[in-house]
């Protein structure tokens, strides 16, 4: 490959790299309106406010996201690829949450189409390494950006089977909805831990420290008790108070560390570039003084 390929290359590896923070903030956003949404339905607010100033903070995300991948036309087969599944789903957005303020939808279903939003979120986040051709050092970062993303997902997954299911009789379905959520926010983590610098970790380490996060894994203690048959009794301000502090505290790790990959990114494209003009000027120097 030349010189001015591997500088191209560079090039939309960045521009990869861009998209995926941004669909981590989106995939953030989106869980977030999830839970408002959940909580109109479930009857916890009468009020659409805060339904309406979620969707605002998402629509605002959602539109960087599509300013940043409308940089790659449509000749990028395989970026389109990457990103046709997301689109599709942010496309249909509008429509959801007509459904949601007029209630017209079951509480179950939402939490269904968001939950299949988000999932296309990650799926751009952990290919876009691949896509991108990145190195086996940038592959490793963008996988511990996505693991972030994904501990986040299953933290919100969580909190909302624990909304929709208070004062309910725990199922076996829900049971397994819960035990699902907590294994894969600590597989996530555990993704983050082993495959991250020390830096990276002492982010993490911080992160999760603290009464907010004690309170959070003493609910999913009491959470993961609940058997079948029995009803779930869950303060659910202080639930969603805990858990969304936790929530907010991994999105923080998550943000910087999708901060340091662009920064790294963009030094090697800068380097990549530097070094072209070098090879570039030194062929045009040695063509211009060839007999």
């Known amino acids: 490959m030349s010189t001015g390929q591997q500088a191209r290359g ?12 941004m669909s981590g903030e989106v995939v953030d956003e989106l869980s977030r309106e999830r839970l408002v949404a959940a909580r109109f339905l479930a009857g916890a607010s009468g009020s659409t406010d805060p339904l309406l100033a979620q969707v605002a903070r998402t629509d605002r995300v959602v539109a960087d996201y599509r300013q940043r991948r409308g940089r790659f036309s449509a000749g990028d087969v395989e970026a389109g690829r990457l990103f046709a599944a997301f689109d599709g789903q942010l ?7 007509d459904q949601v303020r007029g209630r017209s939808v079951s509480l179950s279903t ?4 968001y939950r299949v939003a988000v999932s296309q979120g990650l799926a751009v986040r952990e290919a ?14 963008l996988r511990v950006a996505a693991a972030l993303s994904r501990a986040s997902e299953y933290a919100g997954v969580q909190q909302t089977t624990v909304l929709a299911g208070d004062g309910v009789v725990v199922t076996q379905a829900a049971q397994r909805e819960l035990a699902a959520a907590r294994a894969g926010y600590e597989e996530a983590l555990l993704t ?3 495959r ?20 959070a894994q003493r609910f999913d203690d009491e959470v993961s008790r609940a058997r079948v048959g029995s009803r779930l009794r869950v303060d659910t301000t202080a639930w969603v108070r805990a858990t969304g502090e936790r929530r907010d505290r991994l999105h923080g790790v998550q943000t910087r560390v ?4 662009a920064a790294e990114v963009a030094r090697r494209r800068a380097a990549q570039w530097a070094t072209t003009a070098v090879l570039t000027g030194a062929a045009l120097a040695g063509s211009y003084h060839s007999p």
Do not use: H, M, N
Request: charged share 20%.
């Open 196 to 215: 991250s610098s020390g830096r990276w970790r002492s982010w993490l380490d911080q992160a999760l420290t603290g009464p907010s996060v004690l309170a």
């Open 91 to 97: 496309g249909q957005l509008s429509a959801l949450r």
């Open 10 to 21: 560079a090039d939309r590896l960045q521009a990869l790299v861009a998209v995926s923070a």
């Open 192 to 194: 983050v831990a082993d």
């Open 258 to 261: 999708d901060a340091d990959i």
């Open 128 to 141: 876009v390494g691949q896509v991108g051709g990145a190195d086996a050092q940038i592959a490793e970062q």
């Open 110 to 113: 939402v939490l269904v189409r």
